[in-house]
Protein backbone atom coordinates (compact mmCIF):
# COMPACT_ATOMS: atom_id res chain seq x y z
CA UNK A 1 0.00 0.00 0.00
CA UNK A 2 3.05 2.18 0.67
CA UNK A 3 4.26 1.95 -2.68
CA UNK A 4 1.51 2.57 -4.10
CA UNK A 5 1.16 5.96 -2.83
CA UNK A 6 4.35 6.68 -3.21
CA UNK A 7 4.35 5.69 -6.66
CA UNK A 8 1.12 8.03 -7.31
CA UNK A 9 2.67 11.13 -5.63
CA UNK A 10 5.73 10.64 -7.68
CA UNK A 11 3.55 10.08 -10.91
CA UNK A 12 1.37 13.70 -10.02
CA UNK A 13 4.70 15.56 -9.47
CA UNK A 14 6.31 14.41 -12.78
CA UNK A 15 2.75 15.44 -14.68
CA UNK A 16 2.84 18.57 -12.89
CA UNK A 17 6.32 19.10 -13.71
CA UNK A 18 5.25 18.81 -17.35
CA UNK A 19 2.30 21.37 -17.28
CA UNK A 20 4.16 23.73 -16.11
CA UNK A 21 6.95 22.93 -18.70
CA UNK A 22 4.70 23.00 -21.53
CA UNK A 23 3.05 26.55 -20.54
CA UNK A 24 6.53 28.39 -20.08
CA UNK A 25 7.17 26.51 -23.30
CA UNK A 26 4.36 28.09 -24.96
CA UNK A 27 4.16 31.63 -23.20
CA UNK A 28 7.91 32.53 -24.29
CA UNK A 29 7.49 31.39 -28.33
CA UNK A 30 7.19 34.13 -30.41
CA UNK A 31 3.69 35.08 -31.58
CA UNK A 32 3.33 36.03 -35.33
CA UNK A 33 2.83 39.24 -36.52
CA UNK A 34 1.74 41.37 -39.76
CA UNK A 35 4.61 42.67 -41.62
CA UNK A 36 4.87 46.25 -40.77
CA UNK A 37 3.57 48.27 -43.62
CA UNK A 38 6.29 50.83 -46.17
CA UNK A 39 5.76 53.88 -46.43
CA UNK A 40 5.34 54.69 -49.82
CA UNK A 41 6.34 58.44 -51.43
CA UNK A 42 2.73 59.77 -51.51
CA UNK A 43 2.41 58.62 -47.67
CA UNK A 44 5.63 60.45 -46.57
CA UNK A 45 4.19 63.60 -48.13
CA UNK A 46 0.95 62.96 -47.10
CA UNK A 47 2.66 62.72 -43.25
CA UNK A 48 2.34 65.85 -41.02
CA UNK A 49 5.86 66.97 -40.23
CA UNK A 50 6.82 67.81 -36.55
CA UNK A 51 7.80 71.26 -35.71
CA UNK A 52 11.66 71.65 -35.62
CA UNK A 53 11.33 74.36 -32.90
CA UNK A 54 10.44 72.93 -29.32
CA UNK A 55 7.68 75.31 -27.54
CA UNK A 56 9.04 76.34 -23.98
CA UNK A 57 7.28 76.16 -20.69
CA UNK A 58 7.50 76.87 -17.72
CA UNK A 59 9.84 79.58 -15.64
CA UNK A 60 11.97 79.72 -18.89
CA UNK A 61 9.64 81.56 -21.10
CA UNK A 62 10.41 84.76 -21.71
CA UNK A 63 8.29 87.74 -23.28
CA UNK A 64 10.03 89.36 -26.17
CA UNK A 65 9.77 92.75 -26.19
CA UNK A 66 10.43 95.02 -29.02
CA UNK A 67 13.19 97.43 -27.50
CA UNK A 68 12.66 100.71 -28.17
CA UNK A 69 15.06 103.70 -29.39
CA UNK A 70 14.38 105.53 -26.16
CA UNK A 71 13.24 104.52 -23.25
CA UNK A 72 9.78 106.30 -21.85
CA UNK A 73 9.38 107.61 -18.17
CA UNK A 74 7.72 110.20 -16.22
CA UNK A 75 7.86 114.05 -15.35
CA UNK A 76 8.93 115.27 -12.18
CA UNK A 77 7.18 118.44 -11.32
CA UNK A 78 8.18 120.06 -7.72
CA UNK A 79 5.88 123.37 -8.84
CA UNK A 80 8.85 125.98 -9.09
CA UNK A 81 8.51 126.85 -5.68
CA UNK A 82 11.73 128.01 -3.08
CA UNK A 83 11.55 128.33 0.30
CA UNK A 84 13.07 131.56 2.46
CA UNK A 85 15.57 130.78 5.13
CA UNK A 86 14.73 132.84 8.14
CA UNK A 87 17.23 131.88 10.73
CA UNK A 88 16.59 133.05 14.58
CA UNK A 89 18.73 134.47 16.63
CA UNK A 90 21.36 131.17 17.06
CA UNK A 91 21.69 131.09 12.92
CA UNK A 92 19.45 128.15 12.56
CA UNK A 93 15.86 127.50 11.60
CA UNK A 94 13.88 124.66 12.82
CA UNK A 95 12.65 121.78 10.46
CA UNK A 96 8.90 122.33 11.44
CA UNK A 97 9.39 126.71 9.63
CA UNK A 98 10.77 125.15 6.76
CA UNK A 99 8.19 122.36 6.04
CA UNK A 100 5.54 125.34 7.03
CA UNK A 101 6.88 127.47 3.93
CA UNK A 102 6.87 124.71 1.90
CA UNK A 103 3.35 124.09 2.58
CA UNK A 104 2.13 127.37 2.13
CA UNK A 105 4.04 127.81 -1.63
CA UNK A 106 2.42 124.70 -2.89
CA UNK A 107 -1.26 125.73 -1.09
CA UNK A 108 -1.37 122.56 0.64
CA UNK A 109 -1.82 121.18 4.33
CA UNK A 110 1.00 119.30 6.17
CA UNK A 111 1.51 117.04 9.26
CA UNK A 112 4.70 116.68 11.05
CA UNK A 113 6.66 113.79 13.02
CA UNK A 114 7.20 114.98 16.44
CA UNK A 115 10.82 113.76 16.43
CA UNK A 116 11.19 115.77 13.29
CA UNK A 117 9.56 118.91 13.98
CA UNK A 118 11.91 120.54 16.71
CA UNK A 119 15.20 119.32 14.81
CA UNK A 120 17.56 122.42 14.33
CA UNK A 121 19.23 123.34 11.25
CA UNK A 122 22.25 125.79 10.21
CA UNK A 123 21.69 126.91 6.67
CA UNK A 124 24.79 128.97 5.86
CA UNK A 125 24.93 131.51 2.48
CA UNK A 126 21.57 130.17 1.21
CA UNK A 127 19.07 132.65 1.80
CA UNK A 128 16.72 130.52 -0.57
CA UNK A 129 16.39 126.93 -1.03
CA UNK A 130 14.72 125.21 -4.03
CA UNK A 131 12.49 121.77 -3.79
CA UNK A 132 15.39 119.85 -4.29
CA UNK A 133 18.20 121.33 -1.80
CA UNK A 134 15.87 121.51 0.75
CA UNK A 135 15.33 117.68 0.73
CA UNK A 136 19.05 117.44 0.51
CA UNK A 137 19.16 119.75 3.77
CA UNK A 138 16.55 117.85 5.36
CA UNK A 139 17.43 114.36 4.87
CA UNK A 140 21.20 115.83 6.15
CA UNK A 141 19.52 116.24 9.18
CA UNK A 142 17.71 112.80 9.29
CA UNK A 143 14.37 114.15 8.23
CA UNK A 144 12.52 113.21 4.51
CA UNK A 145 9.39 114.87 3.09
CA UNK A 146 6.68 112.95 1.57
CA UNK A 147 3.89 114.15 -0.16
CA UNK A 148 0.92 111.91 -0.54
CA UNK A 149 -1.49 111.15 -3.66
CA UNK A 150 -3.99 113.87 -2.34
CA UNK A 151 -1.48 116.48 -2.31
CA UNK A 152 -0.62 116.25 1.69
CA UNK A 153 2.60 117.13 3.06
CA UNK A 154 4.50 114.99 5.53
CA UNK A 155 7.68 115.54 7.17
CA UNK A 156 9.21 112.51 9.14
CA UNK A 157 12.46 111.30 10.83
CA UNK A 158 13.71 108.60 8.80
CA UNK A 159 13.78 106.27 11.97
CA UNK A 160 9.48 106.84 11.57
CA UNK A 161 9.27 107.00 7.92
CA UNK A 162 8.70 103.66 7.13
CA UNK A 163 5.81 103.25 9.86
CA UNK A 164 4.29 106.37 9.51
CA UNK A 165 4.21 107.07 5.42
CA UNK A 166 1.34 105.82 3.44
CA UNK A 167 2.14 103.08 1.72
CA UNK A 168 2.47 103.67 -2.16
CA UNK A 169 -0.69 102.74 -4.22
CA UNK A 170 -0.07 104.76 -7.52
CA UNK A 171 0.94 103.31 -10.67
CA UNK A 172 3.37 106.08 -12.46
CA UNK A 173 2.29 106.06 -15.78
CA UNK A 174 4.65 107.24 -19.00
CA UNK A 175 4.76 110.91 -19.35
CA UNK A 176 2.72 111.50 -16.03
CA UNK A 177 3.49 114.31 -14.08
CA UNK A 178 4.30 113.23 -10.13
CA UNK A 179 5.94 115.61 -7.14
CA UNK A 180 9.54 114.38 -6.71
CA UNK A 181 8.54 113.44 -3.06
CA UNK A 182 5.67 111.45 -3.81
CA UNK A 183 5.68 107.44 -3.00
CA UNK A 184 4.69 106.28 -6.23
CA UNK A 185 4.93 102.43 -7.92
CA UNK A 186 6.58 102.57 -11.08
CA UNK A 187 6.97 99.03 -13.30
CA UNK A 188 10.08 99.02 -15.72
CA UNK A 189 10.06 96.79 -18.13
CA UNK A 190 13.51 94.83 -19.26
CA UNK A 191 14.31 93.99 -22.70
CA UNK A 192 17.73 91.97 -22.76
CA UNK A 193 17.14 89.24 -20.35
CA UNK A 194 19.10 90.05 -17.46
CA UNK A 195 16.87 91.07 -14.99
CA UNK A 196 17.48 89.11 -12.28
CA UNK A 197 20.84 90.40 -12.26
CA UNK A 198 19.77 93.68 -12.70
CA UNK A 199 17.25 93.19 -9.81
CA UNK A 200 20.21 92.18 -7.62
CA UNK A 201 21.78 95.19 -8.31
CA UNK A 202 18.99 97.46 -7.40
CA UNK A 203 18.37 95.77 -4.17
CA UNK A 204 21.82 96.11 -2.92
CA UNK A 205 21.34 99.96 -3.66
CA UNK A 206 17.94 99.51 -2.24
CA UNK A 207 19.54 98.21 1.36
CA UNK A 208 21.43 101.48 1.75
CA UNK A 209 17.81 103.54 2.23
CA UNK A 210 18.10 104.94 5.94
CA UNK A 211 14.51 105.52 5.62
CA UNK A 212 13.32 102.17 4.78
CA UNK A 213 11.02 102.61 1.83
CA UNK A 214 12.46 101.48 -0.95
CA UNK A 215 11.67 98.24 -2.50
CA UNK A 216 12.23 96.69 -5.74
CA UNK A 217 10.55 93.53 -6.64
CA UNK A 218 11.10 91.30 -9.82
CA UNK A 219 8.65 89.16 -11.97
CA UNK A 220 10.26 86.11 -13.92
CA UNK A 221 9.18 85.13 -17.03
CA UNK A 222 7.75 88.66 -17.93
CA UNK A 223 11.40 90.37 -17.11
CA UNK A 224 9.67 93.41 -15.18
CA UNK A 225 11.10 95.07 -12.55
CA UNK A 226 8.73 97.10 -10.24
CA UNK A 227 10.47 99.82 -8.11
CA UNK A 228 8.56 101.25 -5.11
CA UNK A 229 10.44 104.57 -3.47
CA UNK A 230 10.01 108.52 -3.85
CA UNK A 231 10.02 109.76 -7.34
CA UNK A 232 12.90 111.20 -7.44
CA UNK A 233 15.26 107.71 -6.50
CA UNK A 234 12.85 105.88 -8.66
CA UNK A 235 14.50 107.95 -11.53
CA UNK A 236 17.57 107.63 -10.35
CA UNK A 237 16.97 103.99 -10.51
CA UNK A 238 15.20 103.88 -14.13
CA UNK A 239 18.40 105.72 -14.96
CA UNK A 240 20.56 102.72 -13.57
CA UNK A 241 18.06 100.43 -15.31
CA UNK A 242 18.52 101.99 -18.88
CA UNK A 243 22.53 101.63 -18.02
CA UNK A 244 22.54 98.24 -17.38
CA UNK A 245 19.77 96.61 -19.50
CA UNK A 246 22.06 96.36 -22.80
CA UNK A 247 22.66 93.62 -25.19
CA UNK A 248 26.26 91.58 -23.58
CA UNK A 249 27.88 92.55 -26.82
CA UNK A 250 27.90 96.24 -25.85
CA UNK A 251 29.38 95.33 -22.56
CA UNK A 252 33.19 96.36 -22.89
CA UNK A 253 35.38 93.51 -21.77
CA UNK A 254 35.44 93.09 -17.98
CA UNK A 255 32.16 94.50 -17.51
Sequence with gaps: MRLK??????TVALTGLIVWQFAKATQSAPTASAPAPV????????KPRPSAAPQVTGPERR??????SVRSSFVLDDGGVTVTVEPDQSGSVRVRDLVA???SALATSYTLDAQAADVRLTVG????????????????????LAMDSAGGLHAYHVRN???????PTQVVADGAAVDPDQLINRVVPVYHGSGNAIFATLRGLACRDTARVSNVLYVPGSETLVIS?????????????EALDVPLAELAPGE
Design 5 to 10: TQSHLI
Design 39 to 46: ATPRDAED
Design 63 to 68: VRREVP
Design 101 to 103: QLA
Design 125 to 144: GEPTLSRQRLREVLRSAEVC
Design 161 to 167: AAQLAPP
Design 229 to 241: DFACNVRDYERLI
